[in-house]
């Protein structure tokens, strides 16, 4: 992947790489910049991880990290209030969050004509914003649609069509991928 990066550095005609690397993304940096080190302009990398342990070891740390970070939206939620949960404790909104993803595996939600919500669209979407407090009230948001089995859009992002052109919303800032 460090050298498609490298690609990607060369069709932009840019002779040396800026980069900011988060979590995977910072071995991906720091295989880079090992592999080509006289063509990093500069490189921020947020949250490394140790290119030395297993990736059933950082996968589960990782998994860990979401953990910790779903339980305190979840608290923050409760605590400030207007919350998509019917519980009212931080272990009961964990398993409305749980049962939501068991029943997108065998039901996908409905999405907006472009394709279904998955429990792996579900999962990718809710996690997003778990990296940024500031989408918080938007995942609370989107929480809430997906409770009821709807979704407005499940593809937030741009999307580029074969022809290279770009179409759907441009962000200001990396948005939920569902509901």
Do not use: H, I, N
Not at 136 to 154: D, M, N, Q, S, Y
């Amino acid at each position: 992947m460090a050298r498609d990066l490298d690609l990607l550095r060369q069709a932009l005609g840019e002779r040396r790489l800026t980069y900011l690397g988060k979590s995977y993304g910072t071995l991906l940096g720091a295989v880079y910049a090992k592999l080509f080190p006289g063509r990093v302009r500069a490189m921020v990398l947020d949250g490394a991880l140790d290119p030395g342990r297993s990736r059933v070891r950082l996968g589960a740390e990782q998994a860990a990290g979401f953990e910790r970070a779903l339980r305190a939206y979840a608290e923050d939620c409760l605590a400030v209030g207007g919350c998509p949960f019917r519980s009212r404790t931080v272990d009961g909104a964990l398993e409305e969050v749980s049962g939501l993803l068991r029943r997108t595996d065998a039901r996908p939600l409905r999405g907006d004509g472009r394709r279904e919500v998955t429990q792996a669209v579900a999962v990718l979407g809710l996690l997003g914003p778990l990296y940024d407090r500031a989408l918080w009230p938007e995942l609370g948001e989107a929480l809430r649609r997906a409770f009821k089995g709807t979704v407005r859009c499940c593809c937030a992002t741009p999307t580029s069509s074969p022809d290279g052109t770009t179409t759907g919303p441009t962000p200001t800032r990396p948005r939920p991928t569902w509901p």
